[in-house]
């Protein structure tokens, strides 16, 4: 089961195909076909319901959570309460939220004019609001019977075009600046992973850090085949960061995106979900903490 902040996320699509599975269908269009899982992913999606507003109708967790309810009862239907139960406790969930909450909320000015959630919170008061949030979702999805846990990380939101284009950013760094409270929420994220674990013994939770990763890349590209790790593939405007791909005529797009980091305005290339797939998956700590996602399917 799948939920997770955007519909273009590669990294599910990739994992189900590394390890021979199929794609788990889309909620909205899943039909009967539910008994493999099933993705609630939305375009823009964010742990709070305002987050990713800008870009029209969209699905957030808290309603993410709702249509699994609405799972959950179908497969009652179908298995009985037993048989529901003994599937939901082997599935797999995985989460990819708090980007959108970010980039397209709480940072989504040029920094010299505050953003209205930032002239509500501080940082530390806007990470508390979201993972306070997160947290009662994961705990009304344990209600229901989820008991396999993958919760990832943000990655290094300061160094997406689209921040580094509004901004103002140079050629070649990140907005540190960003990227700083993005590793305050990680840390705050992963204690309230080990404190969900602690909550509840008949459940396994694991933190993935990719954060860690696309910071890596960033440092040594040349180790992973990559040539340029600060613009899009495709967009516009400085570092193509800005949202045109989409846009008829409207945009730039590389030669050889496999030797980008990024693909557009704020999306990887379909080289790094790769590499991420294989990170996640066989990685161990720190990338994976304390499970990778094999070790965390196969728990019992």
């Known amino acids: 089961m799948a939920m997770a902040r955007d519909s273009r996320d590669s990294t599910l699509s990739n994992q189900t195909e590394y390890i021979g599975l199929p794609t788990p269908p889309p909620f909205l ?11 609630f992913a939305s375009g823009s999606a964010g742990i709070l319901n305002s987050s990713g507003n800008i870009y029209g109708e969209h699905i957030p967790l808290t309603k993410q959570v709702t249509y699994f309810a609405n799972v959950r009862q179908e497969l009652q239907a179908r298995l ?59 705990e009304e999805l344990y209600a229901m019977g989820a008991r396999k846990m993958a919760i990832f990380g943000l ?8 921040q580094r284009l509004i901004r103002n950013g140079s050629p070649t760094t990140c907005v540190e600046s960003i990227n700083e409270i993005v590793r305050s929420y990680n840390v705050a994220l992963l204690n309230h992973v080990h404190a969900l674990q602690a909550a509840h013994p008949d459940a396994v939770f694991t933190y993935l850090d990719s954060y860690r990763l696309i910071d890596s890349i960033i440092r040594q590209p040349s180790a992973y085949g990559l040539e340029n790790v600060y613009a899009g593939c495709c967009g516009s405007g400085r570092f193509n960061g800005l949202p045109t791909c989409s846009v008829p005529r409207s945009y730039n797009v590389c030669e050889d995106a496999s030797k ?14 790769k590499l991420a797939t294989a990170k996640f998956w066989t990685g161990s700590y720190p990338d994976a903490i304390p499970y990778n996602l094999r070790e965390l399917a196969l728990a019992s």
């Open 80 to 138: 009985g309460e037993e048989g529901t139960k003994d599937l939901l406790g082997k599935s797999l969930f995985y989460f990819n939220f708090g980007s959108n909450d970010y980039v397209t909320n709480y940072f989504l000015t040029n920094g010299r004019v505050p953003s209205l959630l930032q002239a509500q919170y501080t940082p530390s008061q806007f990470q508390d609001l979201l993972l306070s949030n997160f947290a009662l979702r994961i």
């Open 260 to 273: 980008y980091l990024f693909w557009d305005f704020v999306h990887p290339t379909s080289k790094i979900y």
């Open 29 to 39: 269009s899943a039909g009967n076909n539910i008994l493999q899982g099933v993705c």
């Open 155 to 162: 990655s290094a939101l300061g160094c997406l075009p689209f």
